[in-house]
Nanobody, 125 residues
Framework: EVQLVESGGGLVQGGGSLRLPCAAS????????IGWFRQAPGKEREGVSC????????YYADSVKGRFTISADVAKNTVFLQMNSLKREDSAVYYC??????????????????WGQGTQVTVSS
């Protein structure tokens, strides 16, 4: 059974940090790109960042570049999204997903095969 399980969300003050793990199972972790998306109420889903653990390639949306860092622990089949200098506009439900490695070159504009349930991040002023 394919599973992507996010955790680590919560309430944080502006300027603070959170680290979101995404634990993957049921598919060959090294053969996929793992990405993070977010969706705030009334807004479209936004691709935030993704990584391919096979070669360490990464992609970041302009809105998070320099503040967020994505990494992968291959031994644990887990991808982490380290979020620093959080802003109110970062508040959203964050989802992790898995897709073909071309997601990096396509700036996450590919079909994502598997999705997690999401974790809420709320940044207060």
């Amino acid at each position: 059974e394919v599973q992507l399980v996010e955790s680590g969300g919560g309430l944080v003050q502006g300027g603070g940090s959170l680290r979101l793990p995404c634990a993957a199972s049921g598919f060959p972790f090294d053969d996929y790109a793992i990405g993070w998306f977010r969706q705030a109420p009334g807004k479209e889903r936004e691709g935030v960042s993704c990584i391919t653990s096979s070669d360490g390639s990464t992609y970041y949306a302009d809105s998070v570049k320099g503040r967020f860092t994505i990494s992968a622990d291959v031994a644990k089949n887990t991808v982490f999204l380290q979020m620093n200098s959080l802003k109110r506009e970062d508040s959203a439900v964050y989802y992790c997903a898995a897709a073909e490695p071309a997601a990096i070159a396509q700036h996450m504009g590919v079909v994502w095969d598997y999705w997690g349930q999401g974790t809420q991040v709320t940044v207060s002023s």
